[in-house]
């Protein structure tokens, strides 16, 4: 299994927390970076269980994060979770990946180095090790340190640490070899669960290592409101039009033109506005200001000419992508000072393809010869990171000016990964080359 997903393992507590509540508080943890859930509940029953697992299955999903069962194979293989975690005393290893297939994580809770070496020949995904804290499951910590990292050395399988680990005490897990921590109290007996799971998050990248993301052989970026500060000019070109014809824009325009192209945002003007004039002119009025704004005013967002200057130096190809015409795009390279570092454009005005169509992302990774797979491709509209995911890109989500809080939301939930500047994507670029 891919080690990245035991940095930050949630395990559920439902002793204290089911339903809703349950449900609510694990949706807020996902959000602030938990990258595998553990559904443990050993009181209730496989039926009244169930309803939550359910709900957590389809929330892990949607945050692409793996779903985990614990104990109970049955209800792993019933739901079709990502895998099961079993203990010593649970059922057979051999039997668990009988049922449930090649594929599927299944942990096993291992003390010493025979379970260890016992686990990993059965075919264990991983190694759930502890208690290395006290902790309210534990009465004391029953694993000494030198041991875990004894354990850590001598199997190939990854290693997840458990039992009382919080901000306080995870720094002595450092240099150990876990791959991550397996976290139930700091998480689910907190009252700000969204900011406890990113503090969380960012002491595990720092004891255990930042989550590692495969070398991209392509980015494909927007040119527009990504790498240039274009957004005043593309949110205004409605409004500049229907003043220039008498007309008074409606108060939620900007957002609903957003996501459209130049063509189909003078479309939805002709049809919902009665202006007199035809789609063609329209798109005229709007190139003009385009061109106008891009020779005079246009200029690169922060952090953009060192990332571009980065791909360039580690010969990663970039293809901008925007709304305009290649030709304003050309203008818009050059005026910025940033068209050495890209290797082509593309325009779903030049393609006649929307960018919520999953063929205009397998062009672009076409034209650059780069399978979909490897291409990080940034987005900050939720249609096109849709459109890229079908595509089977990597989707990297960023923060920028125009998105409303429910785009951003929807954003951070879908993509493979979420960046909040230019900054962040050249750290994980970095990291990844």
């Keep these: 299994m891919n080690p990245n997903h035991l940095r930050l393992y949630a395990i559920t507590d439902c002793d204290h927390l089911t339903g809703d509540a349950l449900i609510a508080q694990t949706e807020a943890l996902l959000a602030g970076g938990v990258t595998m859930l553990q559904l443990r509940d050993k009181n ?26 614990n104990d109970d194979v049955e209800l792993a293989r019933e739901i079709d979770a990502d895998g099961v975690h079993l203990g010593q005393d649970d059922a057979a290893l051999r039997l668990a990946r009988l049922k449930l297939g090649p594929d599927k994580i299944i942990g096993i809770s291992a003390h010493n180095l025979e379970e260890a070496r016992a686990a990993q020949n059965g075919g264990a995904s991983y190694l759930g090790c502890g208690a290395v804290f006290t902790s309210p499951s534990k009465d004391a910590a029953s694993l000494d340190h030198n041991l875990l990292k004894n354990i850590c050395d001598t199997v190939d399988i990854p290693v997840v640490a458990i039992g009382g680990i919080n901000g306080d005490n995870m720094a002595q897990l450092e240099g150990l070899g876990c791959a991550g921590a397996a976290v139930i109290s700091a998480l ?16 595990v990248e720092a004891v255990f290592g930042a989550v590692e993301t495969d070398r991209p052989t392509a980015l494909v970026i927007p040119l527009d409101r990504v790498l240039c500060d274009t957004h005043t000019v593309w949110a205004a070109l409605a409004e500049t039009y229907l003043n220039g014809v008498g007309k008074e824009a409606g108060p939620d325009l900007a957002s609903i033109l957003r996501p459209r192209t130049l063509a189909g945002a003078a479309a939805y003007i002709k049809h919902n506005y009665s202006v007199p004039d035809g789609i063609t002119q329209m798109l005229y009025e709007f190139e003009y200001d385009l061109d106008e704004y891009y020779r005079r005013e246009a200029s690169l967002q922060p952090g953009a000419k060192a ?12 293809l901008a992508i925007s709304d305009a015409p290649l030709d304003l795009m050309t203008q818009l390279a050059d005026r910025t000072g940033c068209a050495e570092s890209i290797t082509a454009m593309a325009s779903t005005a030049e393609s ?13 990774a076409a034209q650059l010869e780069a399978d979909p797979q490897t291409v990080w491709v940034i987005e900050d509209h939720i249609n096109g990171l849709r459109s890229a995911h079908r595509a089977d890109c990597v989707t990297i989500a960023i923060q920028a000016d125009g998105q409303s809080d429910q785009e951003w939301a929807l954003l ?22």
């Design 412 to 433: 951070q939930a879908e993509a493979d990964i979420t960046v909040n500047h230019l900054d962040d994507l050249l750290n994980l670029l970095n990291n990844a080359l």
């Design 307 to 318: 990332l571009l200057e980065t791909c360039r130096d580690h010969q990663v190809p970039v």
């Design 352 to 364: 006649h393809q929307d960018r919520d169509d999953a063929t205009f992302y397998t062009q672009a």
């Design 44 to 69: 209730r029953s496989r039926e009244a269980v169930r309803p939550d697992a359910l709900a957590l299955r389809d929330l892990c999903h949607r945050y692409k994060v793996p779903f985990i069962v």
């Design 188 to 203: 689910y007996h907190t009252s700000d669960p969204l900011e406890t799971a990113k503090a969380l998050r960012a002491q």
